[in-house]
């Protein structure tokens, strides 16, 4: 098993240009999250989906959109970058069967707005 | 809203016990935990505590939680190097049991 896997590792994108972030598990789980991360800061919940097709927002989910077309697979865009999004942007996942499961999260990926 | 709190840093010599506190607010809190970070690397979980327990222990962890005070605690024994990280506190909800992080106590160890 992989785990959680997300690519790309890093990327640098200039004001307005858009990306996406993937987001990929491999354990069947029905709960997935991204999360970014600035300095001196936990994690703060973007969007998450709780099932195939279904998504929500979080406490930030400004300037992202999301999308689960696919169980195994949670996508995060940004359709016009601003500075204000550089940070670290962790996926996780987990079982939706125990409140106590783990979450699993991903090697992160770093982005960098210019 | 949902608040939890640490303290920035501890630095405590190698083999002496470590204690990282953490509050927080949500009192429907069900599961709290404690998660490791190192340096350019994802989040390990370490380990979590049930809202109806008040002590977990796990070979060098224990972890100490007040719930009258909302008060959370992770004590390391033997602290090592390779210990050194940041240690972040986190709980859950019921509903869409995303996590609610603390912004972490960085712990260095120092031989």
């Known amino acids: 098993n992989a785990g959680v896997t997300q690519t790309p590792k890093f990327r640098v994108l200039k004001t307005g240009q858009s990306m996406t972030l993937l987001c990929a598990q491999d354990?069947?789980?029905?709960?997935m999250y991204w999360y970014r991360q600035d300095p001196g800061m936990g994690l703060r919940l973007i969007h998450y989906?709780?099932?195939?097709?279904?998504?929500a927002k979080g406490e930030v989910p400004d300037g992202y959109n999301v999308s689960r077309l696919k169980k195994q697979n949670f996508l995060l865009g940004l359709e016009s970058a601003a500075p204000s999004q550089t940070s670290v942007y962790f996926c996780?996942?987990?079982?939706?069967?125990?409140?106590?499961?783990?979450?699993?999260f991903g090697p992160g990926t770093r982005l960098t707005v210019l | 809203g949902e608040d939890v709190e640490q303290s920035l840093f501890l630095s405590v010599r190698e083999g002496d016990s470590s204690v990282i506190n953490c509050t927080y607010t949500?009192?429907?809190?069900?599961?709290l935990y404690w998660y490791k970070q190192e340096p350019g690397a994802g989040l390990q979980l370490l380990t979590y505590?049930?809202?109806?327990?008040d002590m977990k222990q796990d070979q060098r962890l224990t972890v100490l939680l007040n719930k009258k005070d909302k008060h959370l605690s992770l004590r390391i024994a033997d602290t090592q190097t390779g210990d050194s990280a940041i240690y972040f506190c986190a709980e859950t909800d019921t509903g869409r049991r995303a996590l609610t992080f603390g912004s972490g106590t960085r712990l260095q160890v120092q031989p």
């Open positions: 949500d009192s429907s809190s069900t599961y």
């Open positions: 354990m069947n789980h029905e709960y």
């Open positions: 996780a996942s987990r079982s939706g069967t125990s409140g106590g499961n783990e979450q699993f």
């Open positions: 505590i049930f809202s109806n327990m």
């Open positions: 989906s709780v099932g195939e097709g279904t998504t």
